[in-house]
């Protein structure tokens, strides 16, 4: 079954790796993906994000940059088997070549300062999806969670605090430019702020259902899963265990533990509360860590036939494994 997977932070563990001298690139490496594990995993498309910290980097436009370099790099040394696309007719023209697509995203909308000509720049440099933000507020909004200090994973979802003049601003260039707006991290005022301000579909690359993660704020609720389906957006399955699961008590240590059959149970409630077209993967493989039953982009077949042991249907299983991100795609990516 093809697969389309919204979020992975491949290309900064390869700039950290190569940084430290290691020689590792995308073909083939030690992390949860790179193109061989992609082919077994018989992947279509993969998003790569440019993931930035800027509680860590001070410059995150250059250093956005310099990720940048390191993914083109990447694609021109295995043209043969992967190649960029910014629109959907790309990713049709890549599958007829037997070549998998790569699309350009940004986790950390920092990166561009609060700036329209960077968001310009990044467009013209490729880029076709960014999250607001990430675990830090920036001069677009705030994050999913008040309290920082960790994933956003816990806390009080904030309910308060919307998108500035700038995030707006920023929403509206980014619909006119047909680039996918993705509120994966951000927070709940900001996300309502997104519907109110936009017509387009848009995704939460790598969420899941906060129904079922007693209030994990990282999620969506089943208010804002209702109108995405309304609206034909998208949610990736993130496959992080604390987005998955919250372990019985007394059984803690199975707090690290990501199981298909976590996300199978987000998938059905969110077939239930938006419809089987408003989901989508979302790994978040190479910023993710536990005990992963699914260990890397190979193993997506697990996730296949356990849908399939579930009772869902071919065509069901292949609106979560590509099709409706392709769909998002071909609608938005201009």
Not at 78 to 89: F, G, R
Not at 104 to 127: H, M, N, P, W
Not at 130 to 145: A, D, Q, V
Not at 164 to 191: K, P, Q, Y
Request: contains cysteine.
């Amino acid at each position: 079954m093809k697969v389309a997977d919204m979020h992975c932070d491949t290309i900064a563990e390869i700039y950290y790796a190569q940084s430290r001298g290691e020689d590792v690139g995308i073909r083939s490496n030690h992390f949860q993906v790179d193109l061989e594990k992609m082919k077994q995993g018989d992947y279509a498309v993969q998003n790569f994000a440019l993931f930035t910290s800027i509680a860590r980097e001070k410059q995150p436009f250059e250093y956005a940059m310099n990720l940048l370099d390191v993914f083109y790099q990447e694609m021109e040394k295995n043209k043969d088997l992967i190649s960029v696309a910014t629109s959907y007719k790309d990713i049709e023209e890549n599958r007829k070549a037997g070549r998998m697509s790569a699309l350009l995203t940004i986790e950390e909308g920092a990166v561009c300062q609060g700036k329209l000509s960077y968001l310009r720049d990044f467009y013209r440099l490729g880029v076709r999806m960014m999250t607001l933000l990430w675990n830090h507020p920036n001069e677009l909004g705030y994050p999913s969670c008040r309290d920082t200090r960790g994933s956003g994973s816990i806390g009080i979802p904030d309910t308060e605090h919307g998108l500035t003049e700038t995030g707006i601003a920023f929403l509206e260039e980014m619909e006119r430019l047909g680039m996918i707006i993705d509120v994966s991290h951000l927070n709940d005022a900001g996300v309502w702020d997104v519907f109110r301000y936009t017509q387009k579909p848009f995704v939460a690359s790598h969420s899941n259902a906060r129904a079922l993660t007693n209030g994990c704020v990282r999620n969506l609720t089943d208010e804002m899963i209702r109108q995405m389906g309304d609206r034909g957006g998208v949610l990736g399955i993130n496959y992080y265990p604390p987005f998955l699961r919250v372990p019985e008590v007394g059984k803690e240590e199975e707090k690290m533990k990501s199981r298909v059959s976590d996300m199978v149970r987000h998938i059905k409630h969110m077939r239930q509360v938006g419809g089987i077209g408003c989901i989508g993967l979302g790994s978040d493989f190479d910023g993710i860590g536990g005990d992963l039953e699914m260990k890397s982009c190979a193993d997506l077949p697990i996730l296949e036939n356990e849908m399939r042991r579930q009772g869902f249907t071919e065509s069901e299983i292949e609106a979560v494994f590509h099709g409706n991100v392709l769909r998002v795609y071909k609608e938005v990516l201009l």
